[in-house]
């Protein structure tokens, strides 16, 4: 090989070995520039969440475990200044000689909460298919009308219900005994007061459902149902087989969000005090769900120790549903 040549191809390796270094290098001085760059802006995302953080650590989880710390003493009205830690004994109390009364407030607040978002849920499906119906006149004024329960604070809702259905001063009774029916206890009968307060929270529930299932039903492709009729399908097939499983889809993650927010649903004690009350000084009332029942736990029979470890149990049970409702939705979102 000539002189010439060789120290060519020594020129040409050499240039690309440089050229490798570089693009080396210049890939190492990307890679931490862009290190740089997401390390800036989760700092700059983490100083603007700041604040927010400060306020849910405060006021959300200090006393979360303030509570938690609470139901392992023997802190009530008579040991304000001096209660002590027992440990586990407010527990072994609510899963001992309290399980009866656990166990009904718990079966209690499920079927609450589940009768209120499937009857509210089929109440609105309803009503959504009927005003989504380009044919019906007046149906702006239908939305309305049917509007206005969930329109109206739910406070006023509750306390006029409260007056409506009173035993012996209440609109309804006085109405029925005009007509030549009896007074019926609609709040002081322990299964009759039960069946209002689902029929009242369901009253202000529903408009909410069908605002949102209204949404949903202009979302579902026209096409589909333009093939089921070509197809010779029926109106009632239709609705189920297309309608209702995409307002299912669609809502599932709704529903078990309006399951949690009933399951610790306060309102009942606007109307009820959660009574007709139990036998004994303590025990729940009739009409108590396991929030109601933490409420008056604390501040009728002032036993802060007891509420505190009803209301870890609480927490145990929204959280589990929290997750599962994360999980759902993510499933959902996903497909």
Partial sequence: MSPSLRFGLEDVEMAWYEQHIKYIQGTGTEKITERRKKFKETLKAFLILSPAMVLIFIFYVIPIIQNILLSFTNYSV?????????????????FGEGITGLSKLVVWTFI??????????????????ILNNNNIKLRAI???????PWVIPSVITLLMW??????????????LEVVGFGKVPWLTHPVIA????????????????????????QAIPRQLYESAEIDGSSKLRNFMCITLP??????MPILIMAFIMQFNQFGIYIVTNGGPA?????????????LTYVYNMAFRVFRYDLAAAYSVIIFIFVAIFALANMKISEKFFND
């Fill in 78 to 94: 008579m040991r304000m200044y001096n209660y002590e830690f027992i440990g586990f004994e407010n527990y072994r109390y609510i």
């Fill in 112 to 129: 609450f909460a589940i009768s209120v978002v499937i009857i509210s849920f089929c109440i609105a499906t309803v009503l959504a298919v």
């Fill in 142 to 148: 239908y939305r309305t009308i049917f509007i206005i």
């Fill in 162 to 175: 409260r007056g409506l259905l009173n035993t012996n001063y209440g609109f309804i009774n006085n109405l």
């Fill in 194 to 217: 039960k069946i209002s307060v689902i029929f009242i929270i369901i009253w202000y529930s529903f408009p909410y459902f069908t605002v949102v299932a209204l949404g949903m039903l």
């Fill in 246 to 251: 995409h307002l299912l889809k669609g809502m």
């Fill in 278 to 290: 139990g036998e004994r000084l303590g025990d729940p009332g009739a009409t108590d769900l396991l």
